[in-house]
């Protein structure tokens, strides 16, 4: 069956705009994370949904980052005024259910560029 | 103290040859541990679960020891296709249960 999907897989943008990135979970797989792989640096976790509602955003880096999900899938990851430090691999994941014993499933990512 | 470390390496070995990995986790509330494997420019992906009783696939063995906080992965007899970071983490309790904790990552690579 059909993975995560994630778009774009490269964004090159300038420093100041703004930015979406999307996330395609799998069907049917309740809870969905975003992480962050910087160059040299592990995965970061940055927020995760349960349905449509995000329980813990204390991930988020700054206050220029939000997420949203509608209906139960898609998820977008916005980034306002980007910034050269936000430059890094952006990733979604998905499960069937959030917490221990589930496992997580990623995309393949977004590659961000900030100029 | 890093939540999770790892030695970065990297490992370069031989053909067939014997490679161990180790983590430490600093979170002595974690519940669940795992080490993914992760391609060049590629997702990571879920290579096994690690248990307390220790556990085996195939040419993989994944140990856990709680009062030490220590986890290993052991491969053996390498191959080419295990060229890889190796990345060792951890899943929390409760409200953390949710988030995954990841090293930096073990790169190996193997050399014919």
Redesign the interface.
């Known amino acids: 069956g059909a993975g995560v999907s994630q778009s774009p897989s490269n964004k090159v943008t300038e420093k100041g705009k703004d930015v979406e990135l999307r996330c395609d979970p799998i069907s049917g797989h309740t809870?969905l994370?975003w992480?962050r792989q910087s160059l040299?640096?592990?995965?970061?976790?940055l927020i995760?949904f349960?349905g449509n509602s995000a329980p813990?955003k204390s991930?988020l880096p700054s206050d220029r980052f939000s997420a949203e999900r509608t209906g139960g899938s898609v998820s977008t990851l916005t980034i306002q005024r980007t910034q050269q430090e936000d430059s890094a691999v952006y990733?979604c994941a998905s499960s069937l259910f959030?917490?221990?014993?589930n496992?997580?499933f990623?995309?393949?990512?977004t590659r961000l560029t900030v100029l | 103290r890093k939540e999770v470390e790892q030695d970065p390496g990297p490992f370069n070995v031989p053909e067939g040859a014997t490679v161990a990995f180790n983590c430490t986790y600093s979170n002595s509330a974690s519940q669940s541990f795992f080490w993914y494997r992760q391609d060049c420019r590629k997702e990571p992906k879920l290579l096994m679960s690690v248990y307390s009783s220790g556990n085996e696939d195939g040419r993989f063995t994944a140990q856990l020891n709680r009062a030490s906080q220590y986890i290993s992965l052991l491969i053996r007899d390498s191959k080419l296709s295990d060229s890889a970071t190796y990345l060792c983490v951890v899943q929390g309790s409760g409200a953390g249960s949710y988030q995954l904790t990841f090293g930096k990552g073990t790169k190996l690579s193997v050399i014919p």
């Open positions: 809870a994370y992480y040299g640096q592990g995965l970061e976790f995760y349960q813990d991930g990733l959030a917490g221990t014993s496992e997580q990623f995309g393949p990512g």
